[in-house]
């Protein structure tokens, strides 16, 4: 593709004569290099200046009726818009003071006439380079001085420490939180060394500043440094960066630090107590471990998996059998997790064991486990719980629900019923319970109890996975025949990668 040319507009010449063969001799002269205007009186020539589209310089001459040059230059310099374009006297009148009266005025050359071309081409090309140079430089100047209006009003209220350095690590610029974190207000900091300003801190920053000047940016999010000026370990947040001059060449280093020697110490002491309370935690979890295995664990037809949210879980799982043959199983969820919860399950599973090996009804259990839980346990707990009860010829299953998920009772692969829940949780109050629930079974049945912690796991889209969806993949499992581990899979897939939140536990019992 050919290269597109940039047209560069011409500059604009206003040529200001009463004389029309004066005015056809400048525009001759001009036209080829400049966009010429003309005006024959003063006040013509006031009219094109004061217009949209001003000249960039005005050929002004000075004797003209009714108003001469003189108080054309007057008024173009009186007015703040146009008092800065360059004029340059016209003029027959060659004496030194009328040359002096007009530079006064604000001209900014004189030339006599009879005119000389290449006299006046130079001066014009002379005097419109200078103002350009001019106005280039005010709008450098008016570009600096808002630069360093607002690099003080950021130096001023920066909530960090930010410091601007030359290459010799003299201060350039610095924020008053720098000052106040180096103790800087009482001393004359700009062009002064950061060197002799903060000895004690010399050693530590030196290499880095180095590196910073080759052109390296570094930082680092808690550096542990030794103040010797203030005789203390200190932690600091840095970035070190070197800034750049229109030349591209570094011209020095920009510094920004925060003192978290406050945030690192507290972060040191919750690390301290977080591994403190993790020997706590392994302690009672080895506790309740040795506790809970002082009591017989019937796994005839039982299987079950366990995935607690934390080392030490608030769901339990009993199973233990009666003298005559009958099977006890108890699915708990004590509220919230961890060794609050974990310690009454050691109670419990007393109660439950110990009555069921002397024989008792699981009615029996039922009420002395509530009872128990009611006047030793804070009013904030309590356990929600599904209590079975399978008849020694197993075909017969009473279920207490207390607050628990549904029941599942499956038979030959496909839900048979769906056990909701008819009691209040267990610890809360102490009062005649209704009739539990009573299923006959057959052999190869399995009942599925589930604590909340599956049916309420979230999924990508936020939904619960819920019991519906817990029965399909239940069924789908049992028509593979699969083991109770597809069902975890099957949870952890749903889940998407959101964190676990809650114990999971899930029971199956074949009657």
């Known amino acids: 593709m050919a290269d597109v040319a940039v047209v560069q507009a011409k500059h604009r010449i206003l040529v200001v004569d009463d004389e029309r063969f004066n005015l056809n001799l400048m525009v001759d002269l001009l036209r080829d290099e400049f966009d010429t205007l003309v005006a024959k009186d003063g006040a013509m020539a006031l009219r094109r200046v004061r217009s949209d589209t001003p000249p960039d310089l005005i050929l002004l001459d000075v004797m003209m009726p009714d108003m001469d040059g003189y108080e054309v230059c007057r008024q173009i310099r009186a007015d703040e818009a146009t008092q800065a374009i360059p004029i340059i006297f016209v003029t027959a009148m060659g004496s030194n003071a009328d040359e002096a009266k007009g530079l006064a005025l604000g001209a900014v050359d004189y030339i006599t006439k009879p005119i000389s071309p290449p006299i006046v081409l130079a001066r014009v090309r002379n005097h419109l380079a200078l103002h350009l140079a001019?106005?280039?430089?005010?709008?450098?100047?008016?570009?600096?001085s808002r630069w360093q209006q607002q690099m003080e009003l950021l130096m001023r209220h920066a909530p960090s420490a930010i410091a601007l350095f030359d290459k010799n690590l003299n201060y350039l610029?610095?924020?008053?939180?720098?000052?106040?974190?180096?103790?800087?207000?009482?001393?004359?900091?700009?062009?002064?060394?950061?060197?002799?300003?903060?000895?004690?801190?010399?050693?530590?920053?030196?290499?880095?500043?180095?590196?910073?000047?080759?052109?390296?940016?570094?930082?680092?999010?808690?550096?542990?440094?030794?103040?010797?000026?203030?005789?203390?370990?200190?932690?600091?947040?840095?970035?070190?960066f070197p800034w750049r001059n229109e030349a591209g060449e570094v011209g020095g280093v920009v510094m920004h630090t925060e003192d978290v020697t406050d945030r690192k110490l507290m972060e040191n002491?919750?690390?301290?107590?977080?591994?403190?309370?993790?020997?706590?935690?392994?302690?009672?979890?080895?506790?309740?471990?040795?506790?809970?295995?002082?009591?017989?664990?019937?796994?005839?037809?039982?299987?079950?998996?366990?995935?607690?949210?934390d080392q030490i879980s608030g769901d339990m799982v009993l199973s233990t059998c009666r003298p005559d043959g009958g099977h006890h199983v108890l699915v708990g969820d004590f509220t919230g997790h961890g060794i609050a919860a974990a310690i009454s399950g050691p109670m419990v599973a007393d109660i439950f064991c110990t009555m069921t090996s002397k024989g008792l009804d699981m009615a029996e259990i039922v009420a002395e486990i509530n009872k128990k839980l009611c006047k030793q346990i804070p009013s904030s707990m309590f356990l929600a719980a599904a209590f079975l009860e399978l008849s020694p010829d197993r075909t017969a299953l009473r279920i207490w629900n207390c607050a628990g998920p549904d029941l599942l009772v499956m038979r030959a692969g496909r839900l048979q019923e769906r056990i909701e829940s008819g009691f209040l949780p267990r610890g809360i109050l102490m009062r005649p319970e209704n009739s539990p629930r009573e299923v006959l079974v057959s052999p190869g049945d399995r009942v599925?109890?589930?604590?909340?912690?599956?049916?309420?796991?979230?999924?990508?889209?936020?939904?619960q996975l819920g019991i519906d969806r817990l029965q399909e993949m239940l069924e789908s499992m049992l028509e593979q025949n699969g083991p109770l581990a597809e069902i975890a899979a099957r949870v952890l897939a749903f889940r998407a990668g959101r964190e676990q939140e809650d114990d999971l536990t899930l029971l199956e019992m074949t009657c």
């Open 134 to 144: 001019r106005q280039e430089m005010q709008r450098k100047n008016q570009e600096l």
């Open 269 to 309: 002491e919750v690390i301290r107590h977080r591994d403190h309370l993790a020997d706590a935690q392994r302690i009672v979890s080895t506790v309740i471990e040795k506790m809970q295995a002082s009591h017989p664990f019937c796994a005839q037809n039982v299987r079950y998996l366990s995935i607690p949210v």
């Open 448 to 463: 599925f109890v589930t604590t909340d912690g599956i049916v309420e796991t979230q999924g990508a889209d936020g939904s």
């Open 173 to 240: 610029q610095v924020s008053h939180r720098w000052l106040d974190d180096y103790n800087l207000h009482n001393q004359a900091v700009h062009g002064h060394s950061h060197w002799d300003l903060c000895p004690g801190l010399a050693g530590h920053w030196r290499a880095v500043f180095q590196r910073c000047l080759a052109g390296v940016w570094e930082r680092h999010e808690a550096d542990p440094i030794l103040n010797e000026q203030f005789g203390r370990m200190q932690w600091i947040k840095w970035e070190a």
